[in-house]
């Protein structure tokens, strides 16, 4: 079993940063591709980026040049590092360890971007 906590979320103002942290318990993290998803009432949750235990990395469309994600394995942690934040990124944030079909899930950190 695999326990998910994220932090890091908050309220900023357009063109700022944030960065969002996921700590993960349990072994085999270093097995475990990883992601950061966000949703925002009345849509589907969707992926903002994705990266492999080698590294490798993805990202949605909408965040590209703007978020960066990076894992530490020896920490079990996942961190996403988001700059140039405008009001459509605000949403809650999860993270996923695994997979989004049956990986695991955090609660969420809600991430709000206005001025």
């Known amino acids: 079993q695999v326990q998910v906590v994220e932090s890091g979320g908050g309220l900023v103002q357009p063109g700022g940063s944030l960065r969002l942290s996921c700590a993960a318990s349990g072994r085999l993290f270093d097995a475990y591709a990883t992601g950061w998803y966000r949703q925002v009432p009345g849509k589907q949750r969707e992926l903002v980026a994705g990266i492999t235990p080698g590294g490798f990395t993805n990202y949605a469309e909408s965040v590209k040049g703007r978020f960066a994600i990076s894992r530490d394995n020896a920490k079990n942690m996942v961190y996403l590092q988001m700059n140039s934040l405008k009001p459509e990124d605000t949403a809650v944030y999860y993270c996923?360890?695994?997979?989004?079909?049956?990986?695991?899930w955090g609660q969420g950190t809600q991430v709000t971007v206005s001025s």
């Open positions: 996923n360890v695994g997979s989004p079909l049956v990986g695991y």
